[in-house]
């Protein structure tokens, strides 16, 4: 048995525990409560510091670590097809596994433990594994033109066949049609068939972009010229990106849905009502311009939203903790109200919200005997933390993710005083910098003027 | 001379220099350039590092950094009745300087170098001369009653004696009238001569809250009550918070503006025609959910922009590339467009153009030959930072200002290797936190129910 002990223990679900411990037995958490009463075992010493669950990125895309600055300034269309395009153009498989290893460092770093990440190439897949943390990764699938449908499908089948036979009880396998720019409504309805027939758990953007409506209500906007050249047919689909969900029966699957920045009343009434969650992405959604999502508005109906960071490539960072904080402040502008979301609240999307959003509750997300013991330990030794007149503000509002002194997964310790314990492999910071040089290059070369691919070719 | 050698140096008004080198001779930098240009010297490698000017903080509360998260969830006028309440019944002066230090060492590792600090004690004079910071110091004046103004007044003259007294080539004294709700238009005009008579820098608050325009364009709004209670007369004063300062005069004295946050296009286009600046607080705008500023619209006016962190009551930190991060995030929200407000920007507001609003353009904001020597360097060796595509996306998007490896002022080394240089006070932290216990328990006792003291009331 080890007895963590520290300052503050947040346990997310009951109220902050002052001069708290938790006690890990194995894999699993056997105490949380005052240190006075804690059961004996051997004591690790957090000091002045905040002990939290380990926090859950409900939305990544840990394979683009290395676009991290890559696409900035560019509106969401320019911004994806370059992404799209410099991803085939330069990036190899082994690039994007170092990215994904970066990613993981960071989050690891920030005091993240479980990662619920959508990909493309797989090595988000390879990365968790080799990291020791939670995860899901959703592998996505594409195609717009109805005529993909059986090919995507057959290519996914195959994934996750691959991917099934490597779960593990920390990292399980998932599916996510990418978003309505990028896939039929055909390959929609089959995607979810596939999920419910083999129980697999469910992920898409959707609601994220102006671009996006216009497309989905429209056949109009940004998104719709590219699709015809492509010869495919572009029509309106549904009243919103939301309501086209539905009218498909997807989501019936209550599927996680990323984003929902554009989801008007009757949305949030239809994600209510089929149980639907949400991965709200606030930094991500400013940074690419789409607006502040209805967050308030949705936790009312009592909607499960947690937070995610989103890829690098558009946030540039992953730190749930400034995810919070943002998340706090852009609520308070959406309703001119500064108790519209509020420290505590924004904490429980980082934790126990996420975890329910994922469906992994069970066993992460909150302190709580008989769960698994994921952790992570913020101290507040540092003069930017000082003072402490309660522990939530001061972790959102003052502190950030990039302070973890601890982290555990399953009780497993992956860092401890700054130090990963992770046996990564050599050299992976020098290549991912090494690949953004190659980017760079490229973007010199082709990138400006070149012809861009668009997410969802069917030559992916 | 001493080379500072760095993998990037950014002098905000020239390009951004690959392997750059910034010689500085005593007080003054002597070459920007390339390192193969550099004229010798002793070397320090700052190595994969950011080169900058040191940061400009158009706008802090030095003062109040006990007040860290003391102040959660609440509406503006309570929130300030509860600040000036604790304020008076719990913090002495030692308590205040003790604050305004620890505020000065977060700064500091967070690589600001410039204060423009707004204080009703004064104790921010005493710890920047203490720090070695270049600074003004705004003394704060007050009086909603007209009847106050010669005391008013009176007060203040006193004050600015004392402090012009102990004036350096690095920190000096500026008034600062206080805002609409707590300066009567007497008081206002006889401020603004004051100013101008004695050469003294003018800041105000400004434009910030629904109340304040409330206030002043209807005689109404949650500032009303209070003010009647004790006498004073209410009525309508002028269209907009920055019309009334139009009507008085004060926009000729070319003031800083602080936060501007309702303002219609008339009020920028007087604003840009006084010449007057403004200080953005994007962050303590967003929490106390008062909206965002009109930050594209002012900078097209020709307006001169700087940004400031606010006071740690309402931020909850002093981090300006933080600050220029969420100025990005919500000028993106804001005009639904990604290139509103872009990272070079950003980080021009946080440093040269901040500088200018503050009047000392003519040595600080900028890396060039024969300005004082004030640098700030932050190392992108973290996993949170890498990679680095471009230099100015990965500073405010990617990093965060706590990560200051080098801070310099007029050539003095405040700050090497995250070891403070400087010959602060020991057991600041320690004090401070103990501060913040008292007023927990003053929280505890008095906080909810007792008599709240409005700013401004004459007993101060």
């Known amino acids: 048995m080890i007895r963590y002990h520290a ?15 938790v006690v890990v037995d194995g894999a699993r958490i056997a105490y949380v409560g005052p240190r006075s009463g804690a059961p004996p075992g051997d004591d690790v010493e957090l000091g002045d510091a905040i002990l939290t669950p380990g926090l859950v990125n409900a939305h990544c895309h840990l394979e683009l670590t290395a676009m ?46 479980t990662y619920a990440d959508t990909c493309d190439s797989g090595v988000a897949f390879d990365a968790m594994l080799e990291y020791g943390v939670r995860g899901i990764m959703y592998q996505e699938v594409f195609g717009p033109d109805p005529g993909q449908c059986e090919a995507s499908m057959a290519e996914l089948a195959a994934k996750i066949a691959a991917l099934r036979s490597r779960a593990t009880e920390l990292v399980r396998p998932g599916i996510s049609p990418h978003a309505p720019y990028t896939v039929s ?19 898409l953007h959707i609601a994220e972009s102006q671009a996006e409506s216009d497309l989905v209500g429209a056949g109009d906007g940004a998104f719709a010229p590219g699709l015809r050249s492509r010869g495919i047919e572009v029509r309106p689909r549904a009243r919103s990106p939301v309501a086209l969900l539905q009218q498909l029966g997807v989501l019936d699957e209550r599927p996680l849905l990323i984003h929902v920045v554009r989801a008007a009343a009757d949305d949030v009434t239809a994600i209510a009502a089929a149980g639907a969650t949400v991965a709200h992405c606030p930094v991500s959604n400013a940074k690419l311009a789409h607006g502040i999502a209805p967050v308030r508005e949705m936790l009312d109906a009592g909607i499960t939203v947690g937070l995610g960071s989103d890829s690098v490539a558009s946030n540039n960072r992953m730190d749930l903790l400034a995810e919070a904080h943002v998340a706090v402040l852009m609520q308070g502008v959406r309703h001119g109200d ?13 934790t126990i919200d996420g975890a329910r959003a994922i469906g992994l509750a069970g066993r992460t997300g909150s302190l709580e005997v008989g769960k698994d013991a994921d952790l992570a330990a913020f101290p507040v030794a540092g003069a930017a933390a000082l003072p402490v ?12 993710g990039r302070d973890a002194s601890l982290v555990v997964v399953a009780g497993r310790v992956l860092l401890h005083d700054g130090v990963l314990r992770v046996a990564a492999p050599p050299g992976v910071r020098d290549r991912v910098q090494s690949a953004a040089g190659r980017m760079q290059a490229w973007l010199a070369e082709h990138g400006q003027a070149g012809a861009l691919v668009p997410p969802g070719s069917p030559t992916r």
Do not use: C, Q, S
């Open 338 to 350: 500064p108790t519209a979301l509020d420290a505590k609240a924004a904490l429980r999307l980082a």
């Open 7 to 21: 300052r503050w223990v947040l346990p997310m679900v009951a109220p902050a525990i002052d001069d708290g411990t």
């Open 185 to 203: 409504d055909r390959l929609y309805v089959a995607a979810a068939e596939f999920a419910r027939a083999n129980g697999l758990p469910l992920a």
């Open 68 to 113: 991290r600055g890559f696409l900035e300034g560019l509106h969401f269309r320019e911004w994806i097809l370059r992404l799209t395009t410099a991803k085939r153009a330069v990036l190899t498989r082994d690039d994007l596994l170092d990215a994904a290893r970066l990613g993981l460092e960071e989050g690891i770093r920030a005091g993240v433990t």
């Open 389 to 400: 007149h309660t522990p939530e503000p001061a972790l959102v509002h003052a502190m950030h």
